[in-house]
Each structure stands twice: as C-alpha cells, then as structure tokens.
C-alpha cells in the first residue's frame, strides 16, 4: 500500500509534509521520533488504514518537511504544527500515537486538546528518560555529524544505521536509509534532519540545561495528568530510553485511563525492531 504525499502548511509558515495511507474513517495521526521521517510507520501503518484515515507528518526538520532557520524547534512549536496541519486536513477529533520526541509532543497536543481526542498512544517516551539512551543517542548523532555529515553512498549509511539501530529489521534500516538522506550536487549525501536541531541546548550553560530539562519533566508529568481519553504506553522491553518505573508510573499512577503494553525483542525503535509484536499491541487497543 503506497501512501500519498503532500505538502501542508505548519506554523511559522514552514512547509510540512504528509503522508496519507487511507481518507476514511476516525483519523489516526503518526508523529516520528527524532532523527526518523514519516516511513519509520510503513510497517504499521497499512494495518490499521483499513479501519482508520491513517496519516503520518514528517516533524519540522525532519524528512521532506522544511529546516526552521530560526531553529524553532522547541516542543510547543511541534505542537502548532500539529494544529496547523490537522486543521488544513479538515481533521477534528483523532487517535495520536507518538514516538520518542513525537511522543512528547503528541502528549502536550493532547492536554492541551482534550476534546480532540479520542486515544493516545505514547511509545517509548515520557516526562522523563533513562540517560543511557540520551547519552547513546547524543554520541549516534555526533557521529553522523563528524567532518561534514557526508557520507559517500547509501549503503554507506546504511552500515551506520546497523549499529545504531542493532535490533531493526534489515527492511527498516534499507527504508530509514533510503528515506533519510539527500544527495547533494557534488554525488554525496547528508541526512535529511537538521544538523541544528539540537543547536540552542548547545547555547546554553550545563546547569540551564538541567534547569530547562527539569521544566520539560515537570510540565509533561502535569500533561499526563490531564488527559481523559484512552492512552496506551508503549515500551520496548530492553529500552534504554523509557525505564520500567516511569513507564508504570504513567500507566498506572498518573493516566486517568492508561494501560501498558511492553513490546518484546525491541528497544527504543519498537516498530522498526519487532513490527509484528508492535503492531499487536497497537492493534488491540485501536482496533479492540
């Protein structure tokens, strides 16, 4: 099932692009995590386009989606894209499931939108992380941005993606490789996502880093403690990103309806590391 593509208008006037697997049904909106594109759910996605309008954004940033020169890509702007782009899609009320960075915003979207909502699903994410995974994924990207963030082919690239993402399925690494880089004039590629994505943590001082992640945890811990609607926590049962007690935490303690499902053989990128017992999970809650 090939998905459709199209181009929207996010806030701050930058270009965001769609893709839309299905028109029918209760809208299902797909938010990637950091570093991936729209494709990390072309696994997921044909599963339940018989039974949702299934449609996946590329983050500002990220993919296909325009580069904020301004380097706006703090939480609450993902968040007005969001609005903005389910808004130019004729889209009210919605399931949203989110990955990673897509996960906390898909969990500020909700509090903030609770009419909207008609399910949430937070995958390996939450208010706050286990520094094992950032840690690996701050050395991942410094890597990938060495010299001038070039590599020569895309196998290449691939070959990086096979250690990054130890557990995913050789199809998802072949698809995150083919998806995630441009070629550039002079036969090199380069990653889709902005090298400055990050950039404003790097303005600031250690202890305003602290301060500032400390006020994400805190305002993502009163976000869940908001949302009414059905919310289903997923996590990879060896992730390094999303430990075992914060995950039940929300499930169990800060959730008004939440529930836990705990992905076998998979980390932090469930779906590209088990797609089958991903796709369960997320099938016996969306699909009952």
């Avoid at 897509?102 to 949430?120: E, I, K, W, Y």
């Avoid at 991942?140 to 941005?145: A, I, L, P, W």
């Avoid at 993606?161 to 490789?177: D, S």
């Avoid at 836990?260 to 017992?277: E, F, I, Q, Y």
Wanted: proline share 5%; with cysteine.
């Amino acid at each position: 099932m090939e998905p459709a593509s199209k181009r929207l208008e996010g806030a701050d006037g930058l270009a965001i692009h769609v893709l839309e697997w299905s028109r029918e049904g209760v809208p299902l909106v797909l938010l990637h995590g950091f570093g991936n594109d729209a494709h990390i759910w072309d696994d997921f996605a044909p599963t339940v386009a018989p039974h949702y309008r299934t449609v996946a954004l590329d983050l500002r940033g990220h993919g296909d989606s325009d580069h904020d020169a301004e380097r706006r890509y703090d939480y609450e702007s993902h968040v007005r894209d969001v609005e903005q782009v389910t808004a130019a899609l004729g889209i009210e009320r919605m399931v949203l499931v989110g990955h990673s960075f897509g996960g906390r915003v898909s969990t500020l979207f909700a509090a903030a939108h609770p009419d909207r909502m008609a399910g949430l699903v937070i995958v390996d994410a939450g208010p706050e992380l286990d520094p094992r995974g950032t840690t690996r994924i701050a050395l991942d990207v410094q890597k990938q941005n060495s010299g001038d963030g070039s590599v020569a082919s895309v196998e290449e690239y691939e070959r990086f993606l096979v250690h990054a993402y130890p557990a995913a399925t050789p199809e998802a690494i072949r698809r995150m490789a083919r998806h995630g880089l441009r070629e550039r004039d002079d036969g090199r590629f380069v990653r889709k996502t902005d090298p400055t994505f990050h950039g404003r943590r790097g303005d600031l001082t250690p202890e305003e880093i602290e301060a500032a992640d400390r006020e994400t945890s805190a305002a993502l811990w009163a976000a869940l403690a908001e949302i009414a609607c059905p919310t289903l926590v997923v996590r990879g049962a060896a992730s390094d990103v999303l430990s075992p007690d914060v995950a039940d935490r929300m499930a169990e303690e800060v959730l008004r309806d939440g529930r836990l499902a705990v992905v076998p053989r998979s980390s932090h990128s469930v779906m590209t590391d088990n797609p089958k017992g991903f796709d369960e999970a997320l099938s016996a809650f969306v699909l009952g």
